[in-house]
């Protein structure tokens, strides 16, 4: 009979909070009573937790025992506690001696069997343990490389409970298995393969120099898919506080590969036009999980055949993207991830989707007329980029001018970004963030004569408000490709130009 206490970590999106999972064993009935406001799966706990205890052949005290979870207020979402609590129990009421982990999270589902399970967010979980001065971790197995690869803690591992109660009974040992070296990442999809559609990859260009939102449209066949592929190698590589948000998320969504190192290139996430509205921005029980929006923090959202997407997950995705973040509200209170990306939307410009693109096609004007409405549209506004595309010329596939590989249009990115760093400093991190009132700032407002092109399309009706604003976007990064201080008048012709289609 007695009192201990471990340490886990509890997630409220990506960030972790280090709890205690204390227990307490009194004589009496036996039951098991779980208290520290814990969701649903935590009372499935209890019988998970009796079960793997048995059949570790360890003890279960026959008395009444009493969990809580510490700090009351947080919430506590998911298995992740179980090897915790077992721990906990056994130690306060079978004599375990817990020495053995001053300073240290534990981590793990346990099945009814005994082993441990991976759970979920092990890469946050950790890092939140590691920044309140934790120095050691213990995590399921299936989750030791992604715990590595979070810095100054020690990281072991376990593949059941009955080897940590040998552990702490100085029979067995944690296991540190040697890390396997890292898979060589594919490379990423050159754009060397594109061949001729220079509007198509001046677009990508363009895209990833400002971090603009493009739309692509044109015939099946057009490269539009393609070129998508293509845009994360052509955007700057994610720095470490990137690449640990990233990687973060993908481990809350359990999408991380084992033994994958931390996501080091912008990710990209096409989800299929059929996706559900909780697909595209998180939801689920328990632990929510983040949606495609979220995988995409720092990447790219493609979304292939944008119009055959329901008008309901479009409109999902619009609040995001304009905060940078999902706000998941549920029952048991707010979850938010992160959701800056940027969108790469694809669509034939018309439901027949003929090859030959606008000559072949015979669909009456109404179908056309109700088919481009759902290419318009709130999300659409927010797109400074929208292009048509042509079918390849033939010419251009048995061309055999060498095409400009991705490593090229990389750098000129690179240098292009920056330029827009230091001028717009902490007012926006890319062209394509730059509030209106900025690009009107008396700093930063264009001559005259440089928007004459604009004015003029906004006087003949074919540009909107809008419009302009996005073309000015548009015409900062063209000039900062160019390494020019500011746009001049064939920048904002090219920057219209590249939006002839919807010139709304
Ligand atoms: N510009 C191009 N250069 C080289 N191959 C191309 C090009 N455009 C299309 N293709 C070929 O056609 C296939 C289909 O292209 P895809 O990108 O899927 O077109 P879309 O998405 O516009 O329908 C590609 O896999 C590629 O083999
Ligand atoms: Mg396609
Ligand atoms: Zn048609």
């Known amino acids: 009979m ?10 409220h999106g990506v960030a972790g909070e280090v709890i205690v999972v204390e227990a307490d064993v009194a004589p009496g009935l036996p039951s098991l009573v779980v208290s520290g406001l814990p969701d649903a799966a935590l009372s499935e706990a209890r019988d998970r937790v009796r079960a793997a205890v048995h059949n570790s052949g360890a003890h279960w005290p026959q ?6 979870l510490l700090p009351a207020h947080v919430r506590k979402h998911g298995s992740g506690f179980d090897a915790a609590v077992a721990i906990a129990v056994l130690a306060a009421g079978a004599d375990l001696p817990i020495a053995r982990l001053m300073n240290t999270v534990i981590l793990g589902e346990l099945g009814l069997d005994g082993t441990v399970r991976p759970v979920r967010g092990v890469l946050p979980a950790v890092l939140a343990a590691s920044r309140a001065g934790y120095r050691f971790a213990l995590v399921p197995l299936g989750n030791i490389s992604e715990a590595r690869l979070v810095p100054d803690i020690d990281v072991r591992a376990t593949d059941s409970l009955g080897r940590i109660i040998g552990y702490l009974h100085e029979t067995e040992n944690l296991l540190d298995p040697v890390a396997e070296p890292l898979p060589p990442q594919a490379p990423a999809l050159d754009l060397a393969d594109v061949l001729g559609q220079e509007r198509g990859r001046r677009a990508i260009e363009l895209a990833a120099a400002g971090r603009h939102h ?29 690449a640990i948000e990233v990687t973060a998320l993908h481990s809350v969504a359990g999408a991380l590969m084992p033994g994958s190192g931390l996501i080091r290139r912008a990710p990209l996430q096409a989800p ?27 990447g790219v959202l493609f ?7 329901a008008s309901g997950a479009l409109e999902a995705l619009r609040q995001p993207l304009e905060e940078g973040e999902v706000r998941l509200r549920r029952a048991q209170g707010e979850t938010v991830y992160p959701a800056r990306t940027q969108l790469v939307l694809a669509a034939n410009p018309c439901p027949c989707a003929k090859p030959g693109g606008k000559h072949m096609c015979e669909c009456p004007s109404i179908v056309r007329r109700r088919y481009q409405a759902r290419l318009s549209g709130p999300l659409m506004d927010r797109v400074d980029l929208q292009v048509d595309l042509d079918p390849v010329r033939s010419a251009a596939l048995v061309a055999t001018e060498p095409v400009e590989p991705t490593a090229v249009v990389a750098g000129r990115v690179l240098r292009a970004r920056a330029a827009a760093i230091e001028r717009w400093g902490p007012h926006a991190a890319s062209n394509g963030e730059v509030p209106g009132t900025l690009l009107r700032h008396h700093r930063f407002r264009l001559p005259r004569p440089v928007v004459r092109p604009l004015t003029d399309a906004m006087d003949r009706g074919r540009l909107s408000a809008r419009g302009f604003d996005r073309a000015i976007r548009v015409a900062w990064t063209v000039a900062d490709l160019e390494g020019r201080e500011r ?13 002839s289609r919807t010139a709304r």
């Open 2 to 11: 007695g009192y201990a206490k471990v340490r886990s970590v509890a997630l």
């Open 63 to 68: 008395a009444r025992i009493t969990v809580n």
């Open 214 to 242: 493009v739309a692509m449209f044109g015939p099946p066949g057009a490269g539009k898919t393609m070129l998508a592929a293509r845009l994360p190698g052509v955007l700057p590589p994610l720095n470490d506080q990137e």
């Open 272 to 298: 299929h036009h059929t996706a559900s509205v909780a697909s595209l921005v998180g939801g689920g029980s328990g632990l929510a999980k983040p949606g495609a929006i979220s995988l995409a923090h720092n």
């Open 303 to 309: 979304l292939d055949e944008c119009a055959e997407f």
């Open 487 to 499: 746009p001049d008048v064939g920048d904002v012709r090219e920057a219209l130009e590249l939006r």
